[in-house]
């Protein structure tokens, strides 16, 4: 069934074997997929101002619903005019469903076909969150594209769970439909863990739905990563073709490359500003990691062929390498900005590659990109 | 004696009772003065970037030699052609001698005729602080302006003891002077705590030798605020009228207002920045402590009337309230630069102020600022 949301659409303008190049519209813009979406967890993309993430190339932010429902509250969200006015982003927004974070951040939970019941880990309020709860929140903050409800199994659960949670995660799919806002897109989440068959027949069912994107879940939750590319690359590509595909919380950019060669149009993940935090600049050759002895009298910039502030602003690795060991925080933003800078080129390039049928040239350029290799 | 250092020069533009507006020209430009220095202690103006900085109003950068000295070594500092490289600001710059940190935050300190001898407050090193070591660490460090090494007495100091620290600051003066780079200017530190006479004859010997300014230190270090501004009013317009004139370490905007009017023309402090990272905005109307209930609902900026990115940016109260509750870092970027732009602002009244001849209009405007009052 076709989704029917009115000022949301996706086309696709090139393909080149399964990678495939479009644009996803919704009411605050064009989004070019590939897209990778930073995540604003609180409600900002940490260290950094709107600006600076839509500097990186960014077109989408995600907000975290579980956060944002226990503080500050979807009601003074929604007195902001949403997340866009309560965070000064003018782009595309997209948030979560609340779940998984309710599942892996409480306490005191229980599931059950109504949803889950839990206690905030900030001040132990009880919560439920029901598909239906989980619409309301999204409704009041007011993103582009919302997230079903789902249910989330563990990377390498038992196939018989792995069939349960899929199996509830449809029923709820069909709650969320019927209690969505209709002017908000909403996208249905693929479980299955690596089990292909699973993520195929779930793909087909959760197709006969009419969401406005798919999405796969229940990947970089402690699968071995070649079980995730695995699967990834048997199961993206058989997707609903004509609605936009979206691998969650996923991943470092050899994952982005493999999974964009597989059929993948969207990607969140906090790898970029949390590797930053932790003083970690990512490149195309490979690493930075700013606590290093090496880096002490290292006059060049991160990556001389990088066109962020970081970079572009002459800060030497030696400059960086010291705010970092001073704690100066200046460096967190610096580098928060680089990593997103990077992952904004990385899926640019997809972009161009594959509307020029180049997808070699593309995986080729990004072989070192996120490995454990010291930059030179 | 008239300074020489070529490349530096002080012009007074405007004069208006005791208050005057000018411009310090250094190698890195013109610096319009009054003006206010924000203080960029370990390399970096904490949170922001230069460019962030500059937008304030800023045209000074003070960096703080005694930490620089510890940690990174002004030979890395060197080798990026001095702190402006390796800050990456463009504008002038001005260092501390490192005296006042190295008596206020290391170990096991000894001072003598010498200098002082302390352990470092990082690594316990035995380090040694004397008036040439002063001047050869911050000709490494390369800013447009170094500071002599003085002595500065507590607050509340014996008139005998703040004596003894004059006469040698006066000695230790003479021994800068003989060891500075001819290229780099250096101002004198007239001591003499509240004793109005001590500060005069102070100044007056400082006046003899060839330093480009004159700085008032030994103030804001415990002594009753009061005492700080009947000195500095009685004071500031008896030292050199010819050469800047700078009031160390000074201080709320009510200290800067009341100085200005007694003719200071440059001023440091920590107090925008470090405020900003409590949580509190500073406004011409009174404060925003971030953390207040009374802003969890409240969706105006912090200012209305203020040019800061911040509040230009449409975030609310209440969002910041958020962010600063939530422990993310962008909350402390914005207010730090609201309130860094505060006090660009105030000097900028200041100068446009005094050439209009309208200080009282100035002082007026300037009332309730950096005040315990609430903003509205």
Same mark, same amino acid.
Request: charged residues 20%; proline residues 6%; aromatic residues 6%.
């Given at each position: 069934?076709?989704?029917?949301?009115?000022?949301?659409?996706?086309?696709?303008?090139?393909?080149?074997?399964?990678?495939?190049?479009?644009?996803?519209?919704?009411?605050?813009?064009?989004?070019?997929?590939?897209?990778?979406?930073?995540?604003?967890?609180?409600?900002?993309?940490?260290?950094?101002?709107?600006?600076?993430?839509?500097?990186?190339?960014?077109?989408?932010?995600?907000?975290?619903?579980?956060?944002?429902?226990?503080?500050?509250?979807?009601?003074?969200?929604?007195?902001?005019?949403?997340?866009?006015?309560?965070?000064?982003?003018?782009?595309?927004?997209?948030?979560?469903?609340?779940?998984?974070?309710?599942?892996?951040?409480?306490?005191?939970?229980?599931?059950?076909?109504?949803?889950?019941?839990?206690?905030?880990?900030?001040?132990?309020?009880?919560?439920?969150?029901?598909?239906?709860?989980?619409?309301?929140?999204?409704?009041?903050?007011?993103?582009?594209?919302?997230?079903?409800?789902?249910?989330?199994?563990?990377?390498?659960?038992?196939?018989?769970?792995?069939?349960?949670?899929?199996?509830?995660?449809?029923?709820?799919?069909?709650?969320?439909?019927?209690?969505?806002?209709?002017?908000?897109?909403?996208?249905?989440?693929?479980?299955?863990?690596?089990?292909?068959?699973?993520?195929?027949?779930?793909?087909?069912?959760?197709?006969?739905?009419?969401?406005?994107?798919?999405?796969?879940?229940?990947?970089? @939750? /402690?699968? %071995?990563? +070649?079980?995730?590319?695995?699967? $990834? !690359?048997? =199961?993206?590509?058989?997707?609903?073709?004509?609605?936009?595909?979206?691998?969650?919380? @996923? /991943?470092? %950019?050899? +994952?982005?490359?493999?999974?964009? $060669? !597989?059929? =993948?149009?969207?990607?969140?993940?906090?790898?970029?500003?949390?590797?930053?935090?932790?003083?970690?600049?990512?490149?195309?050759?490979?690493?930075?990691?700013?606590?290093?002895?090496?880096?002490?009298?290292?006059?060049?910039?991160?990556?001389?062929?990088?066109?962020?502030?970081?970079?572009?602003?002459?800060?030497?690795?030696?400059?960086?390498?010291?705010?970092?060991?001073?704690?100066?925080?200046?460096?967190?933003?610096?580098?928060?900005?680089?990593?997103?800078?990077?992952?904004?080129?990385?899926?640019?390039?997809?972009?161009?590659?594959?509307?020029?049928?180049?997808?070699?040239?593309?995986?080729?350029?990004?072989?070192?990109?996120?490995?454990?290799?010291?930059?030179?």
């Amino acid at each position: 069934m076709r989704p029917q949301t009115p000022g949301y659409s996706f086309r696709v303008t090139s393909v080149c074997g399964h990678a495939r190049a479009g644009v996803l519209t919704t009411p605050h813009g064009d989004v070019p997929t590939p897209t990778f979406m930073p995540v604003g967890t609180q409600g900002s993309v940490k260290t950094l101002t709107p600006t600076e993430v839509a500097d990186t190339g960014a077109r989408v932010v995600l907000g975290n619903t579980y956060h944002l429902w226990l503080r500050p509250g979807p009601e003074l969200v929604a007195a902001h005019g949403g997340l866009h006015g309560f965070a000064g982003w003018p782009h595309s927004m997209l948030t979560d469903s609340g779940g998984f974070q309710a599942f892996s951040l409480s306490e005191r939970q229980k599931t059950t076909e109504e949803g889950f019941a839990f206690s905030s880990h900030l001040d132990g309020k009880k919560m439920f969150l029901s598909p239906e709860e989980a619409m309301r929140v999204q409704g009041l903050l007011g993103a582009d594209i919302a997230m079903q409800l789902d249910i989330c199994p563990p990377g390498q659960a038992p196939r018989d769970e792995v069939g349960a949670a899929l199996e509830r995660t449809t029923r709820w799919a069909r709650r969320c439909l019927a209690s969505k806002r209709a002017d908000q897109a909403v996208f249905g989440i693929i479980q299955g863990g690596t089990h292909e068959d699973l993520r195929l027949s779930h793909a087909a069912e959760l197709g006969e739905l009419p969401f406005d994107g798919l999405a796969l879940g229940g990947f970089s @939750v /402690g699968e %071995p990563i +070649d079980d995730m590319h695995r699967t $990834v !690359a048997a =199961v993206a590509h058989r997707v609903d073709p004509e609605r936009p595909r979206y691998l969650m919380g @996923v /991943g470092t %950019p050899r +994952d982005l490359v493999a999974s964009i $060669v !597989a059929g =993948v149009d969207m990607f969140d993940c906090v790898l970029p500003t949390r590797n930053a935090r932790n003083g970690q600049a990512l490149t195309r050759f490979g690493r930075v990691v700013l606590k290093q002895a090496r880096y002490r009298e290292d006059l060049r910039p991160i990556d001389e062929s990088c066109p962020c502030p970081c970079c572009r602003g002459g800060f030497s690795r030696a400059y960086l390498r010291h705010l970092y060991i001073a704690k100066e925080l200046l460096v967190l933003r610096l580098v928060s900005a680089h990593n997103l800078t990077l992952y904004g080129q990385l899926v640019a390039d997809a972009r161009a590659s594959i509307a020029a049928g180049d997808l070699s040239g593309f995986t080729a350029r990004w072989a070192a990109a996120g490995t454990d290799r010291e930059h030179a």
